[in-house]
């Protein structure tokens, strides 16, 4: 039964490479989404413990102060976790790509 399967790999040395590839990416796009999801679950559950905090507030200051925190923070964890995203994007790209890279040295 596996032997037209066999055969067509054969024929084309390069499937295997293709496939990999395939699925190297797919792990990739999974990891980032896993990575994304949770990012996005903390920095919603930041803003929620600030709203709490906002609306237990006795004076305007002390509302502009726990405003401003946040407004920091979510800044800060926003650019640390994009950098951290397109470093796992840069990663997925070379990963993918290494089994197109040994199939097109071995055709030179």
């Known amino acids: 039964m596996l032997k037209p399967f066999e055969d067509m790999q054969k024929m084309n040395p390069g499937m295997d490479?293709?496939?990999?590839?395939?699925?190297?990416w797919a792990k990739g796009w999974q990891t980032i989404a896993t990575e994304m999801t949770d990012y996005s679950k903390r920095s919603f559950e930041d803003g929620q413990k600030t709203l709490e905090s906002l609306l237990s507030v006795k004076s305007p200051e002390q509302a502009m102060e726990i405003q401003s925190g946040y407004a920091k923070r979510a800044y800060e964890d926003y650019m640390r976790q994009m950098t951290k995203v397109s470093g796992m994007y840069t990663e997925m790209a070379k990963e993918t790509v290494k089994p197109l890279e040994q199939v097109m040295m071995k055709g030179r």
Do not use: H, L, T
């Open 17 to 24: 490479s293709a496939m990999k590839m395939w699925g190297d």
